[in-house]
């Protein structure tokens, strides 16, 4: 007798669940069926695995889905996501507001499954975070997720150790992340996989479906390592579950890894993709194509559901899941909110923080002590600007932490202050983290981390946000407000020559939606900008730092850097303010700018210098604003920047003049480079002249 056809009444417990499984598996093929595109194969293989996660395991409480205590699950293998779009539904998840309300209803109904990939669903091609309540971080781009579940981990551990007082355990989740065999080929996972074995993440499970299909067939193809032994040489500890039908064999496993201390846990899952499928079980067809009509019967039937049932949610299906997790969801946030309830009555200082933190905003005296730079010709590099403003925020903003792949003597965002730590497997409270060699995994780990509220940053030099750079996309894709600090800007390095020295970098990050890059020219602004940064929420930033110094401009004579939260201002003007050319800089380029700018001036030449640290900032300003700073019957421009001349028409103009490069680097001294690139006073006055003697 069918499962799906029977009075639920009579069904044993182990039917029941079969019928919530089988629910999930048809719904998938439905989706995809309909949908014409989708991949239903491992979604049939893994619905047993998260019915077990989420019905038995997972302490998730459909009705609020952002208590900050809540385990979190992180579908990795982003393709399956018809799995998360029928948890998110069957366990009644409720939708969320960006202001951190639930708002009474779902977040999945079943009519955005029958629309799964149409346009506005909320059941979209792969798991977005945002888009959809409940879904913990975006992904598709294989390794992402596990990656960004390193940084989840991180972040429980760090925040258990700040907040935790006896009796009061006020953070204590889990993180479990599903993966695949593409996941796992992934670099980013391996650098993940490293790290969170050397921290002694025992908040984390990876759970890898070990299909052995990816795409163009079976993985002896292509990927035949040993990767238990791997996952056993991070330091991690191996589980292996024989049957992925086996949901108790499954739930034992998971409560292992509950038991496990001091190392994370990884269950390999041996399964089968298109499980129940009479034809396309075990085979690459399953995994990125509809099974087709007949298919789709025959698969049916094998389940014992009924053929011609779409959509099917048979009866006691949604009442199974609220007497699951929707009963054991429930009690524990209500638990932990009575806990919190106690908890603020005695430790109200740290109860606001956590209060805070989860609204992404700041703590009174944030901004207290932020320095100030006197002019000084000499100056001072961005990097140690920077390092000095990083110290006094991580002071002033309990949860604001990060670290460098390695970098960080160089990129100076090492914390500095007494007691800032470093965080290790016995130390949870540091707050100088040490990512090791592995900037992709650092950004996706600071994604994490930020999804988690804390405020993290990562840091590299600049040339290497090419490594980081999946995960950048991500953050702004996620619009969180991930930092990512990058120093060594530009040929300032000098000597380590072009592998060194970024060209294409910053107009490729400024292609990011979302994403705000910001080049500051000077100490201060170097502070002004941090001072925006911290104040957003929805954000990710990329900021660029030099590793020289740069002269500190006096502010009594320019413009205040307070101009950076416009994007750019008028730095310095013709007397009279109508100027006749204007220089636009950004960066190290801004104290050049200014040189030629003096002499122009001193020739009696109308000159307007313009600081331009950041395009997206500027964006954002008013029409009129923007028009004071380059007004457009001013058409005699100049842009420098140590970067590819690439997209700076759009401030130039079609006629304007760019310094800047379109050739790679080289080796040698800053100065020589300067010289041989063009980036001197000479050159700028040159084509500023020849700029104002073309526009008239
Ligand atoms: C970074 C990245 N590269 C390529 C893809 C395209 N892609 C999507 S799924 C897939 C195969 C994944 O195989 P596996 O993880 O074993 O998933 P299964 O087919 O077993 O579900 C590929 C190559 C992707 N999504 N992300
Ligand atoms: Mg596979």
């Known amino acids: 007798m069918s499962t799906a056809a029977a009075d639920v009444q009579t069904l044993t417990a182990a039917q029941l669940d079969e019928l919530c499984i089988n629910t999930i598996r048809t719904l998938s093929i439905d989706a995809v069926q309909q949908a014409k595109s989708g991949h239903p194969g491992t979604p049939m293989a893994l619905a047993p695995l998260v019915y077990t996660i989420w ?57 955005d499954i029958r629309r799964f990939r149409q346009l506005n669903s909320k059941a979209p091609g792969h798991p977005e975070y945002h888009w959809v309540s409940g879904v913990e971080t975006t992904t598709g781009p294989l390794g992402q997720g596990v990656a960004t579940s390193v940084g989840m981990a991180i972040a429980e551990k760090w925040l258990a150790h700040r907040y935790n007082r006896p009796n009061f355990e006020v953070f204590d989740y889990n993180i479990y992340a599903v ?6 080929m992934e670099g980013v996972a391996s650098e993940a996989a490293s790290l969170a074995g050397h921290l002694g993440l025992d908040n984390l499970c990876w759970i890898y479906d070990n299909n052995h ?110 007497a699951g997790i929707g009963a054991r969801g429930a009690e524990a946030r209500h638990k932990w909110a009575k806990l919190s309830e106690s908890y603020r009555a005695q430790y109200p200082d740290l109860a606001l923080e956590i209060e805070l933190m989860q609204k992404r905003e700041l703590p009174a005296g944030w901004d207290r002590n932020l320095p100030v730079f006197p002019a000084d010709p000499k100056g001072i590099a961005g990097r140690d600007a920077s390092g000095k403003t990083l110290n006094v925020l991580a002071q002033n903003i309990p949860w604001f932490l990060g670290g ?21 497997a016995e130390e949870r409270g540091g707050k100088n983290l040490h990512f090791g060699i592995r900037e992709h995994a650092m950004a996706a780990t600071v994604n994490g981390m930020s999804l988690s509220k804390l405020r993290p940053f990562g840091a590299s030099f600049f040339i290497f946000s090419d490594y980081a750079r999946p995960a950048i996309r991500l ?57 925006y940064i911290v104040q957003l929420r929805n954000q990710p930033v990329v900021l660029a730092l030099s590793r020289q110094p740069l002269p500190t401009l006096d502010r009594s004579k320019y413009a205040a850097a307070s101009g950076v939260s416009r994007g750019a201002y008028v730095l310095g003007d013709s007397p009279g303010g109508s100027p006749e050319v204007i220089i636009i800089a950004s960066g190290s380029e801004v104290s050049l700018a200014v040189q030629a700018h003096e002499s122009l001036l001193a020739e009696g030449i109308r000159s307007r210098v313009v600081s331009m640290p950041s395009w997206e900032i500027f964006e954002r300003q008013p029409r009129a604003y923007r028009e004071s700073v380059l007004p457009p019957n001013v058409t005699a421009r100049v842009a420098v920047e140590q970067a590819s001349t690439f997209g700076w028409e759009r401030y130039v103009g079609a006629s304007g003049h760019v310094v800047g490069m ?19 006073p000479n050159h700028v006055i040159t084509a500023a002249k020849k700029q104002l003697a073309n526009s008239k």
């Open 213 to 322: 299909i990816t795409i163009e067939g079976n993985t002896r193809l292509a990927f035949t390592e040993d990767v238990e032994t791997r996952f056993l040489a991070y330091g991690w500890n191996v589980l292996r579950v024989g049957d992925a039908n086996n949901i108790d064999r499954i739930e034992h496993a998971l409560a292992t890894f509950k038991q496990t201390k001091g190392r994370p846990t990884f269950i390999v899952l041996d399964s089968h993709i298109g499980y129940g499928s009479p034809n396309k079980q075990d085979t690459s067809a399953a995994h990125g194509e509809p099974l087709g009509e007949e298919e789709v019967r025959l698969t049916k039937r094998s389940y014992g559901w009924p053929e011609d049932a779409k959509f099917l949610v048979p009866e006691g299906v949604y009442e199974h899941f609220t």
């Open 404 to 424: 460098s792949a390695d970098l960080g003597p160089s990129n100076k965002t090492t914390l500095t202050y007494s007691g800032a730590g470093n965080f290790q």
């Open 55 to 111: 019905n038995r395991v997972l302490r998730f409480d459909p009705q609020n889905p952002i208590w900050p205590n809540r385990d979190r699950f992180v579908l990795s293998n982003g393709h399956a996501s018809m799995l998360l779009w029928s948890a998110l539904h069957l366990t009644g998840v409720q939708a969320v507001n960006a202001s951190y309300e639930t708002v009474g209803k779902p977040s999945v109904t079943l009519d």
């Open 662 to 680: 379109n050739t790679f680097g080289a080796s040698a001294p800053l100065k020589e480079l300067q010289q041989k690139f063009g980036f001197e």
């Open 179 to 184: 993966c695949g065999d593409g996941c796992l």
């Open 475 to 531: 953050a702004a894709l996620m619009e969180l407000p991930s930092l990512f600090v990058f120093t060594h800007d530009a040929m300032g390095d000098g000597e380590d020559g072009p592998t060194h020295q970024p060209v294409e970098h910053l107009i490729s990050l400024r292609a990011i939606p979302g994403l705000i890059t910001l080049r500051p020219g000077d100490a201060n602004e170097v502070v002004e900008a941090y001072r």
